[in-house]
Protein backbone atom coordinates (compact mmCIF):
# COMPACT_ATOMS: atom_id res chain seq x y z
CA UNK A 1 0.00 0.00 0.00
CA UNK A 2 1.06 3.64 -0.92
CA UNK A 3 4.55 2.33 -1.36
CA UNK A 4 5.41 5.97 -2.99
CA UNK A 5 4.42 7.49 0.47
CA UNK A 6 5.59 5.25 2.07
CA UNK A 7 9.59 5.75 0.88
CA UNK A 8 9.16 9.64 1.00
CA UNK A 9 8.25 9.61 4.67
CA UNK A 10 11.57 6.90 5.02
CA UNK A 11 13.35 9.59 3.26
CA UNK A 12 11.61 12.60 5.87
CA UNK A 13 12.56 10.55 8.81
CA UNK A 14 16.37 10.07 7.43
CA UNK A 15 16.58 13.82 7.32
CA UNK A 16 14.85 14.97 10.24
CA UNK A 17 16.80 11.75 12.22
CA UNK A 18 19.89 13.13 11.47
CA UNK A 19 19.20 17.13 11.98
CA UNK A 20 18.03 16.31 15.60
CA UNK A 21 22.00 14.16 15.91
CA UNK A 22 22.75 16.75 18.47
CA UNK A 23 19.65 15.58 20.93
CA UNK A 24 21.35 12.76 21.59
CA UNK A 25 23.78 14.28 23.94
CA UNK A 26 24.49 12.35 26.85
CA UNK A 27 23.19 9.07 25.40
CA UNK A 28 24.61 6.29 23.27
CA UNK A 29 24.12 5.01 20.33
CA UNK A 30 20.96 3.06 21.73
CA UNK A 31 19.66 6.16 22.83
CA UNK A 32 20.57 5.20 26.63
CA UNK A 33 21.95 7.90 29.23
CA UNK A 34 25.49 6.93 28.96
CA UNK A 35 25.78 7.03 32.73
CA UNK A 36 23.15 4.04 32.97
CA UNK A 37 24.56 1.97 30.05
CA UNK A 38 25.21 -0.93 32.54
CA UNK A 39 21.28 -1.88 32.32
CA UNK A 40 21.91 -2.79 29.04
CA UNK A 41 22.20 -6.71 29.09
CA UNK A 42 25.63 -5.91 26.45
CA UNK A 43 28.51 -6.40 27.98
CA UNK A 44 30.40 -4.26 25.50
CA UNK A 45 30.10 -0.56 26.90
CA UNK A 46 28.39 1.02 23.64
CA UNK A 47 26.69 -1.90 22.02
CA UNK A 48 25.33 -1.41 18.65
CA UNK A 49 21.98 -2.97 18.78
CA UNK A 50 22.34 -5.40 15.88
CA UNK A 51 19.18 -7.58 13.61
CA UNK A 52 18.48 -10.30 16.11
CA UNK A 53 15.29 -10.29 18.51
CA UNK A 54 17.57 -10.82 21.42
CA UNK A 55 19.67 -7.50 21.08
CA UNK A 56 16.27 -5.59 20.11
CA UNK A 57 15.25 -6.88 23.13
CA UNK A 58 17.48 -5.96 25.53
CA UNK A 59 19.02 -3.11 24.52
CA UNK A 60 15.46 -1.15 23.38
CA UNK A 61 12.43 -3.01 24.64
CA UNK A 62 13.71 -3.70 27.80
CA UNK A 63 16.22 -0.99 28.38
CA UNK A 64 13.79 1.67 27.10
CA UNK A 65 10.16 1.01 26.18
CA UNK A 66 9.16 -1.04 29.36
CA UNK A 67 9.28 1.91 31.60
CA UNK A 68 5.55 2.06 30.15
CA UNK A 69 5.00 -1.04 28.04
CA UNK A 70 4.41 -3.72 30.85
CA UNK A 71 1.78 -4.89 32.66
CA UNK A 72 -1.73 -5.10 32.10
CA UNK A 73 -1.94 -1.15 32.21
CA UNK A 74 0.27 -1.51 29.01
CA UNK A 75 -0.55 1.19 26.29
CA UNK A 76 -2.72 -0.40 23.42
CA UNK A 77 -2.20 -3.70 25.22
CA UNK A 78 1.32 -4.24 24.01
CA UNK A 79 3.58 -5.40 26.68
CA UNK A 80 7.06 -4.86 25.47
CA UNK A 81 9.53 -7.54 28.95
CA UNK A 82 11.07 -9.99 26.97
CA UNK A 83 8.30 -12.33 28.20
CA UNK A 84 5.00 -10.89 26.28
CA UNK A 85 6.98 -9.02 23.46
CA UNK A 86 7.55 -11.30 20.36
CA UNK A 87 3.86 -13.05 20.81
CA UNK A 88 2.21 -9.39 20.84
CA UNK A 89 4.14 -8.39 17.60
CA UNK A 90 4.64 -9.84 15.05
CA UNK A 91 1.57 -10.32 13.30
CA UNK A 92 -0.46 -9.02 15.46
CA UNK A 93 -2.68 -5.98 14.52
CA UNK A 94 -2.04 -2.32 15.78
CA UNK A 95 -4.67 -1.21 18.21
CA UNK A 96 -4.28 2.55 16.88
CA UNK A 97 -4.17 1.68 13.02
CA UNK A 98 -6.19 -1.66 13.00
CA UNK A 99 -5.12 -2.47 9.03
CA UNK A 100 -1.66 -2.20 9.74
CA UNK A 101 0.26 -5.22 12.01
CA UNK A 102 2.72 -3.95 14.01
CA UNK A 103 5.20 -6.59 12.86
CA UNK A 104 4.54 -7.64 9.08
CA UNK A 105 7.58 -9.98 8.59
CA UNK A 106 9.58 -8.88 5.20
CA UNK A 107 7.82 -5.85 5.43
CA UNK A 108 9.59 -2.74 7.86
CA UNK A 109 7.87 0.28 6.27
CA UNK A 110 4.27 -1.52 6.50
CA UNK A 111 4.93 -2.27 10.43
CA UNK A 112 3.51 -0.09 12.65
CA UNK A 113 6.21 -0.60 15.23
CA UNK A 114 8.84 1.10 12.19
CA UNK A 115 6.31 4.14 11.57
CA UNK A 116 6.09 4.64 15.71
CA UNK A 117 9.97 4.71 16.15
CA UNK A 118 10.13 6.71 12.84
CA UNK A 119 7.62 9.63 13.85
CA UNK A 120 5.92 8.65 10.24
CA UNK A 121 3.21 11.33 9.76
CA UNK A 122 0.55 8.10 9.02
CA UNK A 123 0.87 7.39 12.54
CA UNK A 124 -1.83 8.07 15.43
CA UNK A 125 -0.80 9.27 18.44
CA UNK A 126 3.23 10.28 19.21
CA UNK A 127 6.46 9.02 17.93
CA UNK A 128 7.97 5.83 20.21
CA UNK A 129 9.37 6.33 22.61
CA UNK A 130 6.66 8.62 23.74
CA UNK A 131 8.52 12.13 24.79
CA UNK A 132 11.91 11.05 23.31
CA UNK A 133 14.53 10.89 23.06
CA UNK A 134 13.77 9.25 20.09
CA UNK A 135 16.18 6.04 18.97
CA UNK A 136 19.16 6.68 16.96
CA UNK A 137 18.60 5.74 13.49
CA UNK A 138 20.96 3.14 13.24
CA UNK A 139 18.86 1.36 15.92
CA UNK A 140 15.37 1.98 14.05
CA UNK A 141 17.32 0.27 10.74
CA UNK A 142 18.71 -2.88 12.54
CA UNK A 143 15.09 -3.47 13.94
CA UNK A 144 13.96 -2.75 9.98
CA UNK A 145 16.59 -5.30 9.22
CA UNK A 146 15.62 -7.82 11.35
CA UNK A 147 12.12 -7.23 10.26
CA UNK A 148 12.83 -7.88 6.79
CA UNK A 149 15.04 -11.09 7.80
CA UNK A 150 11.86 -11.86 8.95
CA UNK A 151 11.30 -11.24 12.28
CA UNK A 152 12.16 -14.54 13.91
CA UNK A 153 13.03 -15.08 17.31
CA UNK A 154 16.29 -15.09 18.61
CA UNK A 155 18.43 -17.97 17.39
CA UNK A 156 18.93 -18.89 21.42
CA UNK A 157 15.35 -18.54 22.47
CA UNK A 158 14.35 -21.08 19.33
CA UNK A 159 16.82 -23.53 19.99
CA UNK A 160 15.70 -23.52 23.47
CA UNK A 161 12.44 -23.73 22.17
CA UNK A 162 13.33 -26.80 20.13
CA UNK A 163 15.28 -28.35 23.18
CA UNK A 164 12.00 -27.92 25.23
CA UNK A 165 10.08 -29.35 22.14
CA UNK A 166 12.19 -32.40 22.24
CA UNK A 167 11.72 -32.90 26.08
CA UNK A 168 7.61 -32.05 26.16
CA UNK A 169 8.18 -29.02 27.60
CA UNK A 170 4.79 -27.44 28.26
CA UNK A 171 3.02 -25.67 25.91
CA UNK A 172 1.03 -22.55 27.65
CA UNK A 173 -0.09 -19.31 26.91
CA UNK A 174 2.39 -16.81 27.99
CA UNK A 175 0.53 -13.37 26.82
CA UNK A 176 -2.29 -11.89 25.76
CA UNK A 177 -3.96 -8.74 24.55
CA UNK A 178 -6.05 -7.25 26.46
CA UNK A 179 -4.60 -8.42 29.79
CA UNK A 180 -6.42 -10.55 31.92
CA UNK A 181 -8.34 -8.00 34.14
CA UNK A 182 -7.23 -5.57 31.89
CA UNK A 183 -9.26 -2.18 30.68
CA UNK A 184 -8.72 -1.66 26.60
CA UNK A 185 -10.92 1.14 24.85
CA UNK A 186 -14.16 0.75 22.76
CA UNK A 187 -13.69 -0.97 19.59
CA UNK A 188 -11.69 -3.94 20.65
CA UNK A 189 -11.42 -5.48 17.01
CA UNK A 190 -8.65 -7.87 17.50
CA UNK A 191 -7.88 -9.83 21.03
CA UNK A 192 -4.11 -11.83 20.71
CA UNK A 193 -3.31 -15.23 22.76
CA UNK A 194 0.46 -16.14 22.56
CA UNK A 195 1.64 -19.48 23.69
CA UNK A 196 5.02 -20.97 24.25
CA UNK A 197 5.21 -22.65 20.78
CA UNK A 198 3.72 -23.37 17.64
CA UNK A 199 0.21 -23.60 17.34
CA UNK A 200 -1.31 -26.45 15.51
CA UNK A 201 -3.34 -24.44 13.02
CA UNK A 202 -5.75 -27.64 12.50
CA UNK A 203 -7.49 -27.09 16.10
CA UNK A 204 -7.65 -23.82 16.10
CA UNK A 205 -11.48 -22.99 15.45
CA UNK A 206 -14.80 -22.03 17.09
CA UNK A 207 -14.66 -24.95 19.16
CA UNK A 208 -11.14 -24.30 20.93
CA UNK A 209 -11.18 -20.76 21.26
CA UNK A 210 -14.59 -19.21 22.29
CA UNK A 211 -15.43 -15.16 23.37
CA UNK A 212 -18.59 -14.18 25.65
CA UNK A 213 -19.77 -11.42 27.13
CA UNK A 214 -20.09 -11.71 30.60
CA UNK A 215 -22.81 -10.18 32.71
CA UNK A 216 -21.85 -8.38 36.20
CA UNK A 217 -24.19 -10.78 37.72
CA UNK A 218 -22.43 -13.73 36.37
CA UNK A 219 -24.94 -15.72 34.84
CA UNK A 220 -24.15 -19.43 34.34
CA UNK A 221 -21.91 -19.80 31.09
CA UNK A 222 -23.97 -22.10 29.18
CA UNK A 223 -26.19 -19.38 28.85
CA UNK A 224 -24.71 -17.61 26.80
CA UNK A 225 -24.02 -17.90 23.76
CA UNK A 226 -20.07 -16.95 22.26
CA UNK A 227 -19.63 -14.47 20.50
CA UNK A 228 -19.28 -14.91 16.42
CA UNK A 229 -15.63 -14.56 16.05
CA UNK A 230 -12.82 -15.74 13.19
CA UNK A 231 -9.86 -17.57 15.04
CA UNK A 232 -6.66 -17.51 13.17
CA UNK A 233 -2.62 -17.73 13.51
CA UNK A 234 -0.70 -14.57 13.36
CA UNK A 235 0.73 -14.19 10.01
CA UNK A 236 4.26 -15.18 10.00
CA UNK A 237 3.92 -16.08 14.12
CA UNK A 238 1.98 -19.34 14.23
CA UNK A 239 2.57 -19.29 18.15
CA UNK A 240 -0.15 -16.51 18.80
CA UNK A 241 -3.64 -16.77 17.80
CA UNK A 242 -5.63 -13.99 16.48
CA UNK A 243 -9.64 -13.53 17.13
CA UNK A 244 -11.69 -11.63 15.87
CA UNK A 245 -15.31 -10.60 16.81
CA UNK A 246 -17.48 -10.18 13.76
CA UNK A 247 -18.55 -7.08 15.46
CA UNK A 248 -15.77 -4.95 17.19
CA UNK A 249 -16.09 -5.26 21.04
CA UNK A 250 -18.21 -2.25 22.15
CA UNK A 251 -18.15 -1.59 26.43
CA UNK A 252 -18.36 -4.25 28.65
CA UNK A 253 -16.48 -7.32 30.18
CA UNK A 254 -15.62 -10.30 27.81
CA UNK A 255 -14.11 -13.80 28.66
CA UNK A 256 -11.82 -15.88 26.30
CA UNK A 257 -11.67 -19.35 26.92
CA UNK A 258 -8.94 -21.52 25.40
CA UNK A 259 -9.86 -25.03 25.45
CA UNK A 260 -6.94 -27.77 26.46
CA UNK A 261 -8.80 -30.07 27.33
CA UNK A 262 -11.42 -32.42 25.88
CA UNK A 263 -11.64 -33.78 22.04
CA UNK A 264 -9.69 -31.87 19.37
CA UNK A 265 -8.33 -29.65 22.16
CA UNK A 266 -5.52 -27.22 21.37
CA UNK A 267 -2.04 -28.52 20.75
CA UNK A 268 1.52 -27.41 19.76
CA UNK A 269 2.34 -28.51 16.25
CA UNK A 270 4.84 -31.21 17.80
CA UNK A 271 1.52 -32.39 19.40
CA UNK A 272 1.90 -31.17 23.09
CA UNK A 273 -1.59 -30.90 24.59
CA UNK A 274 -2.31 -27.74 26.55
CA UNK A 275 -3.56 -30.08 29.63
CA UNK A 276 -5.92 -27.21 31.31
CA UNK A 277 -8.40 -24.71 30.15
CA UNK A 278 -7.31 -21.63 30.00
CA UNK A 279 -9.80 -18.06 30.38
CA UNK A 280 -9.11 -14.65 30.47
CA UNK A 281 -11.46 -11.39 31.74
CA UNK A 282 -11.12 -8.33 30.20
CA UNK A 283 -13.49 -4.82 30.18
CA UNK A 284 -13.84 -2.60 27.30
CA UNK A 285 -15.00 1.20 28.15
CA UNK A 286 -15.74 3.56 25.82
CA UNK A 287 -13.02 5.92 24.36
CA UNK A 288 -12.85 9.19 26.86
C1 LIG B 1 6.60 7.33 28.31
C2 LIG B 1 5.81 6.13 28.04
C3 LIG B 1 6.14 5.34 26.78
C4 LIG B 1 7.36 4.86 26.38
C5 LIG B 1 8.71 5.03 27.07
C6 LIG B 1 7.12 4.13 25.16
N1 LIG B 1 5.81 4.17 24.83
FE1 LIG B 1 4.94 3.30 23.18
N2 LIG B 1 3.12 4.06 23.75
C7 LIG B 1 2.90 4.84 24.85
C8 LIG B 1 1.52 5.31 24.82
C9 LIG B 1 0.85 6.17 25.90
C10 LIG B 1 0.94 4.81 23.63
C11 LIG B 1 -0.49 5.05 23.12
C12 LIG B 1 -0.64 6.52 22.69
C13 LIG B 1 0.24 6.92 21.53
O1 LIG B 1 0.44 6.11 20.61
O2 LIG B 1 0.75 8.04 21.51
C14 LIG B 1 1.97 4.01 22.99
C15 LIG B 1 1.77 3.30 21.80
C16 LIG B 1 2.75 2.52 21.18
C17 LIG B 1 2.53 1.72 19.99
C18 LIG B 1 1.23 1.54 19.24
C19 LIG B 1 0.59 0.21 19.65
C20 LIG B 1 -0.63 -0.15 18.84
O3 LIG B 1 -1.02 -1.32 18.91
O4 LIG B 1 -1.21 0.69 18.15
C21 LIG B 1 3.73 1.13 19.69
C22 LIG B 1 4.03 0.20 18.52
C23 LIG B 1 4.67 1.55 20.70
N3 LIG B 1 4.05 2.38 21.58
C24 LIG B 1 6.00 1.14 20.74
C25 LIG B 1 6.93 1.60 21.67
C26 LIG B 1 8.32 1.22 21.65
C27 LIG B 1 8.93 0.23 20.68
C28 LIG B 1 8.92 1.89 22.68
C29 LIG B 1 10.38 1.87 23.08
C30 LIG B 1 11.31 2.21 22.02
C31 LIG B 1 7.89 2.68 23.34
N4 LIG B 1 6.71 2.47 22.69
C32 LIG B 1 8.12 3.46 24.45
C33 LIG B 1 3.80 5.16 25.84
C34 LIG B 1 5.16 4.90 25.78
Redo the contacts with the bound molecule.
Keep these: MRIGRAMGWIGLTAALAAGCAGNGNGLDQNGNPIASSSSASSSSSSSIVTADFDSIQNN??TA??T???IGAGA??G?Q?DAAHSYGLLVGVP????PSVL?VKPGDPNNS??IQ??EGAPTI???Q????GPY?PQATIDAIAQWIIDGAAMSPEVMSQAMAQRSEQAPFEVVATAPADTAVATAPVRTIAVAFSQEVDASLVNSTTITLEAVTPEEVPTATQPPLPANTSLAAGNPATILIRPFVPLGPGTYRVTVRGTGGGAIESVSGVPLDSDYDFVFTVETPR
Design positions: VFICRCHPELLSVEQRYLKLSGGMPLGL
